[in-house]
C-alpha cells in the first residue's frame, strides 16, 4: 500500500512538472488566441461575467416568492409558577394560590410564504442587474483588446531582440575578420596602430550591444510568457517571421477608416456609467413610493406533560393558518430623500459630462493612432531603402579600406551608419506592429 502511495505521489509530481515546462510553438495568431483564453486577466474577466449572471438572478429572485420553514422543540427545566387569588376557588380573600400554566414541553412546526407585490427598488434592482452584466461584458472586452495589443508588441519584441542578436552577432564576425587582417597588417609595418584602435572601439561597442541583446532576450520571452498566462518555466517558441508580418501588417485602407463612436468599448463603457447614475437617480426617487407584500402562515402544535410523545401516533397536534399584508408608505424624511435624489441628479449630470469628454478624447486619439501608423508605415519603408543605402555605403568604405584607399576613421564611420540603420529598421518593423494594433483597438477590431 505504501508503494502505491509513493507511486501515486511521484505521478502527481510529474504531471505538475510537465505542466510548468509546458512547450508552446506559435504563430503570431495562434499567441493572440491562447492569451485570450490562458491570460489570467481574461480569465477574471469572464469569472466577473459569470458572478454578474448570478447577481441577476439574485436580485430577480428577492421578488419572487420566498418560502421558510421553522421547527421549535420547548422543554421547561422548571416551569415558571403563577399566583392567583385563593377566592376563585372559595378560599380565602386576600390570600393567592400557586398555579402552573401549560405543559412541560412543546413542539411547534411552521411555514410561511412571503410574496413582494410592489416595491420600486426592486425594479430598479432588475435594471440595474441587466446593467451591471453590461458592464462585466464591456469590461472583458475592453480586457480582450488590451490583451490582443499586448501580445502583439509582446511577440514583436521577442521577434525583434531574436532578430537583433543575428545581426549583431554578425557584425560581431566581420568586425573579428577585420581587426585580425588589420592587426597582422599592422605587425607587418603595412597599416597603422591607430587602425587597430579604431576597430577595437567598434568591437567592443558592439560586443556589449550583443551582451545586453542576450538580455533583453530572456525578458523579452518572460514577458511574453506573463502575457500568455503560461508558466515562466515554460518553452515558447516564436515562429512568424519579423518581416513577414510586418508586410502582413501594413493596411492602407486603414488609412481612410473612419470612427464609430458607439463602437469603441471606451464609449460603451462611459455609456454604461451614464446609464449606473439614471438607475441610481430612480432608486432614490422608488424610496418616495410606498411597499406593499403579503404572507400566508401554516402549522401545528403540540404538548406533552412529562414524557416526550410527539413522536407517537396518539399525540395530538393543534393546526393554525395566518393570511396577512403590508403596506409600507413613507410620509416625512425630514428632506433627507430630496436631498439624496438632487445628489444623484449631480452625478448624472457629471456622467452625462464624462461621456461627451469621452467622445471628445476618442476622436482625439483616434486621429492620433491613424496618423502614428501612417507614419510607421511611410518610416518602415524609409527605414529599408536606408538599410540598403548604408550597406552598400559599408560595402564599398570596406572595399576601400582592403585597398588602403579609405581610413580606419572612415570605415568606422560607415560601420556605426549601417549598425543606427539596422537598429532603425528593426524599431520600424515592431512599430507598424504596435501602431496598426492601436489603431484596431480604438476601432474596437
Known amino acids: 500500500m505504501r508503494k502505491l502511495l509513493v507511486l501515486m505521489l511521484l505521478l502527481c509530481v510529474g504531471m505538475l512538472s510537465a505542466q510548468e515546462k509546458e512547450t508552446l510553438n506559435l504563430t503570431l495568431e495562434e499567441a493572440?488566441?491562447?492569451?485570450?483564453?490562458?491570460?489570467?486577466?481574461?480569465?477574471?474577466?469572464?469569472r466577473t461575467i459569470e458572478a454578474a449572471k448570478?447577481?441577476?438572478w439574485e436580485t430577480t429572485a428577492t421578488g419572487l416568492p420566498q418560502i421558510s420553514a421553522s421547527v421549535d422543540y420547548q422543554n421547561y427545566l422548571k416551569q415558571q409558577v403563577s399566583l392567583i387569588p385563593?377566592?376563585?376557588?372559595?378560599?380565602?380573600?386576600?390570600?393567592?394560590?400557586?398555579?402552573?400554566?401549560?405543559?412541560?414541553?412543546?413542539?411547534?412546526?411552521?411555514?410561511?410564504?412571503?410574496?413582494?407585490?410592489?416595491?420600486?427598488?426592486?425594479?430598479?434592482?432588475?435594471?440595474?442587474?441587466?446593467?451591471?452584466?453590461?458592464?462585466?461584458?464591456?469590461?472583458?472586452?475592453?480586457?480582450?483588446?488590451?490583451?490582443?495589443?499586448?501580445?502583439i508588441a509582446s511577440y514583436g519584441n521577442v521577434l525583434l531582440a531574436e532578430e537583433n542578436i543575428a545581426i549583431l552577432k554578425n557584425n560581431k564576425q566581420v568586425l573579428e575578420k577585420n581587426l585580425f587582417e588589420t592587426d597582422q597588417m599592422f605587425k607587418n609595418g603595412l597599416s597603422e596602430e591607430e587602425h587597430v584602435e579604431q576597430l577595437q572601439i567598434t568591437l567592443l561597442q558592439v560586443d556589449i550591444s550583443l551582451k545586453n541583446a542576450l538580455r533583453l532576450k530572456n525578458l523579452a520571452y518572460d514577458m511574453l510568457k506573463v502575457t500568455l498566462g503560461t508558466n515562466i518555466t515554460s518553452t515558447v517558441t516564436v515562429t512568424d517571421d519579423l518581416a513577414t508580418l510586418t508586410q502582413q501588417n501594413i493596411d492602407l485602407e486603414l488609412f481612410e477608416a473612419t470612427l464609430n463612436i458607439e463602437n469603441n468599448i471606451d464609449y460603451k463603457i462611459a455609456k454604461n456609467n451614464e446609464v449606473s447614475q439614471e438607475l441610481l437617480l430612480k432608486l432614490e426617487k422608488s424610496k418616495g413610493l410606498p411597499t406593499l407584500s403579503a404572507f400566508i402562515n401554516g402549522g401545528y402544535q403540540g404538548y406533552a406533560s412529562k414524557e416526550f410523545t410527539f413522536l407517537k401516533s396518539t399525540q395530538d397536534w393543534f393546526g393554525?393558518?395566518?393570511?396577512?399584508?403590508?403596506?409600507?408608505?413613507?410620509?416625512?424624511?425630514?428632506?433627507?430623500?430630496?436631498?439624496?435624489?438632487?445628489r444623484m441628479k449631480i452625478e448624472l449630470d457629471k456622467a452625462k459630462t464624462d461621456l461627451?469628454?469621452?467622445?471628445?478624447?476618442?476622436?482625439?486619439?483616434?486621429?492620433?493612432?491613424?496618423?502614428?501608423?501612417?507614419?510607421?508605415?511611410?518610416?518602415?519603408?524609409?527605414?529599408?531603402?536606408?538599410?540598403?543605402?548604408?550597406?552598400?555605403?559599408?560595402?564599398?568604405?570596406?572595399?576601400?579600406?582592403?585597398?588602403?584607399?579609405?581610413?580606419?576613421?572612415?570605415?568606422?564611420?560607415a560601420q556605426t551608419q549601417?549598425?543606427?540603420?539596422?537598429?532603425?529598421?528593426?524599431?520600424?518593423?515592431?512599430?507598424?506592429?504596435t501602431k496598426k494594433a492601436a489603431l484596431e483597438t480604438i476601432l474596437n477590431n
Not at 32 to 46: V, W
Not at 405 to 412: C, G, H, K, N, V
Not at 427 to 432: D, E, G, S, T
Open 356 to 413: 461627451t469628454e469621452t467622445e471628445q478624447q476618442l476622436m482625439l486619439q483616434f486621429e492620433q493612432a491613424k496618423s502614428e501608423y501612417q507614419y510607421s508605415v511611410e518610416f518602415y519603408e524609409s527605414a529599408k531603402q536606408n538599410l540598403k543605402l548604408a550597406e552598400r555605403i559599408e560595402y564599398k568604405n570596406q572595399t576601400k579600406y582592403t585597398e588602403g584607399i579609405a581610413t580606419s576613421f572612415d570605415l568606422r564611420q
Open 32 to 46: 493572440i488566441n491562447y492569451a485570450l483564453d490562458n491570460n489570467r486577466s481574461a480569465i477574471n474577466a469572464q
Open 86 to 151: 385563593a377566592e376563585f376557588f372559595g378560599g380565602e380573600a386576600g390570600t393567592f394560590e400557586s398555579i402552573t400554566f401549560g405543559t412541560k414541553q412543546s413542539v411547534s412546526a411552521s411555514a410561511t410564504l412571503n410574496q413582494l407585490i410592489f416595491d420600486g427598488s426592486y425594479l430598479v434592482g432588475l435594471q440595474s442587474a441587466k446593467v451591471y452584466l453590461q458592464i462585466s461584458e464591456n469590461a472583458k472586452q475592453k480586457t480582450d483588446l488590451q490583451i490582443r495589443k499586448t501580445v
Open 54 to 56: 448570478k447577481q441577476k
Open 418 to 433: 549601417l549598425y543606427t540603420a539596422q537598429q532603425e529598421y528593426l524599431q520600424a518593423m515592431l512599430n507598424v506592429l
Open 320 to 342: 393554525s393558518s395566518l393570511f396577512g399584508v403590508s403596506l409600507n408608505v413613507p410620509i416625512f424624511s425630514s428632506l433627507g430623500r430630496s436631498a439624496a435624489t438632487q
